[in-house]
């Protein structure tokens, strides 16, 4: 059981906007920066956010990054084939001194 | 261009040991503190330890405190996990990852792709 949950699965046809949701606590994301990484099949992750809302060069503007209190939320907008991929965010824990990562969300484009 | 490539994964029977390693290039190795994440395939990613640019500081997960050693050598460019009383659940894909800054567990731009650890007797 992950310590950040978030949905299991998300889907949206081409052009939409799919949001996914990364739930925690105070000890994690109520007092840290959220991150998020995407995984395509058979590859290592990407990051995509950093610092809950900072895209890295690279990263299209359609991928946004949002905290609030002790959740977060990336959003993906004009959705493409090529998202189809794991989205998984990350905090370090204080209470566990670690980093933490959500269990992830699958992404379908239908 | 950053380059991490894992090695030293196989099959290996619980309570065995084994030594991965990470040989780094591309970037001043050592200003950089370095993490292992690790992989059930087709499961979720989950952090195992990191070490500081300068091997002050070092963290672990609960799951692995007590059995797994990270540790680097700056002059060879390598990061090393060395693993101790492994146990069927440590069975993964294990990722050595470039941090953001030299100290702490930050985030990750740069991954490795990974070997794989399988524990089973």
């Known amino acids: 059981q992950s310590v950040l949950t978030q949905s299991p699965s998300a889907s949206g046809t081409p052009g939409q906007t799919v949001t996914i949701s990364c739930s925690g606590s105070r000890s994690n994301i109520g007092s840290n920066f959220v991150y998020w990484y995407q995984q395509l099949p058979g590859t290592a992750p990407k990051l995509l956010i950093y610092?809950?809302?900072q895209r890295p060069s690279g990263v299209p503007d359609r991928i946004s990054g949002s905290k609030s209190g002790t959740s977060a939320s990336l959003a993906i907008s004009g959705l493409q084939s090529d998202d189809e991929a794991d989205y998984y965010c990350a905090t370090w824990d204080d209470t566990l001194s670690s980093l933490v990562f959500g269990g992830g969300t699958k992404v379908t484009v239908l | 261009e950053v380059q991490l490539l894992e090695s030293g994964g196989r099959l290996i029977k619980p309570g065995g040991s084994l030594t991965l390693s990470c040989a780094a290039s591309g970037f001043a190795f050592g200003h950089y503190a370095m993490s292992w994440v690790r992989q059930v395939p087709g499961k979720g990613l989950e952090w195992v330890s990191g070490?500081?640019?300068?091997?002050?500081?070092?963290y672990y997960a609960d799951s692995v405190k007590g059995r797994f050693t990270v540790s680097r050598d700056n002059s060879q460019n390598t990061l090393f996990l060395q693993m101790d009383s492994l146990r069927v659940e440590d069975t993964a894909i294990y990722y050595c990852?470039?941090?953001?800054?030299?100290?702490?567990?930050?985030?990750?731009?740069?991954w490795g792709q990974g070997t794989l650890v399988t524990v089973s007797s």
């Open positions: 610092r809950n809302d």
């Open positions: 070490i500081s640019g300068t091997s002050g500081f070092t």
């Open positions: 990852v470039k941090d953001v800054g030299g100290i702490a567990v930050e985030y990750f731009q740069h």
